[in-house]
T-cell receptor, first 112, second 110 residues
Framework: AQKITQTQPGMFVQEKEAVTLDCTYDTSDPSYGLFWYKQPSSGEMIFLIYQGSYDQQNATEGRYSLNFQKARKSANLVISASQLGDSAMYFCAMREGQRLIFGQGTELSVKP | NAGVTQTPKFQVLKTGQSMTLQCAQDMNHEYMSWYRQDPGMGLRLIHYSVGAGITDQGEVPNGYNVSRSTTEDFPLRLLSAAPSQTSVYFC?????????FGPGTRLTVL
């Protein structure tokens, strides 16, 4: 069964607008963590943001915020004020024990 | 502080050849792991280690061996390369809840 689901293979957003990338997860472990990574065309994996399952507040890092809805098992990434350099693949991942499980990714394209 | 380093960056093998992908980190992290990334598949965990002398299998371990003799190094061995192992390989090390990734090795098996 798929543990991390990203339902948007590709997304377009106009420069300077906000965009939400969807991620749903499935786990029975009460302790887990959720991550978002960015992978530009150069190929490296860049850590963006982390949310722990016991964190009370949604995580934020600069223009990135994580909309964590525990009851719905969703952890959507919100990018505010999109920039051309935000064009990349974005991966949602879940830490389950010592393992990190990735979704299939969403390709974001920012239009000028 | 070099972070996580991987060598080589690119490699072409013939079917049946063996090779070792190198991974090293200088952050004194206990946890290290290997992933492969295939088009449209995201990253899948091959093997991981929670400390020197301790390794375990991930989602897709077949055809790969690992060992962890030191905290710093975590090599991945392909015993007899197959075209299905053509992929990009990432090594990662972690401290608590953040995983640091190496730059990746692009492997092609002909």
């Amino acid at each position: 069964a798929q543990k991390i689901t990203q339902t948007q293979p590709g997304m377009f957003v106009q420069e300077k607008e906000a965009v939400t990338l969807d991620c749903t997860y499935d786990t029975s472990d009460p302790s887990y963590g959720l991550f978002w990574y960015k992978q530009p065309s150069s190929g490296e994996m860049i850590f963006l943001i982390y949310q722990g399952s016991y964190d009370q507040q949604n995580a934020t890092e600069g223009r990135y915020s994580l909309n964590f809805q525990k009851a719905r098992k969703s952890a959507n990434l919100v990018i505010s004020a999109s920039q051309l350099g935000d064009s990349a693949m974005y991966f949602c991942a879940m830490r389950e024990g010592q393992r990190l499980i990735f979704g299939q990714g969403t390709e974001l394209s920012v239009k000028p | 502080n070099a972070g996580v380093t991987q060598t080589p960056k690119f490699q072409v093998l013939k079917t049946g050849q063996s090779m070792t992908l190198q991974c090293a980190q200088d952050m004194n992290h206990e946890y290290m792991s290997w992933y492969r990334q295939d088009p449209g598949m995201g990253l899948r965990l091959i093997h991981y280690s929670v400390g020197a002398g301790i390794t375990d299998q991930g989602e897709v371990p077949n055809g790969y061996n690992v060992s962890r003799s030191t905290t710093e190094d975590f090599p991945l061995r392909l015993l007899s390369a197959a075209p299905s192992q053509t992929s990009v390989y990432f090594c990662a090390s972690s401290y608590y809840d953040e995983q640091f990734f190496g730059p990746g090795t692009r492997l092609t098996v002909l």
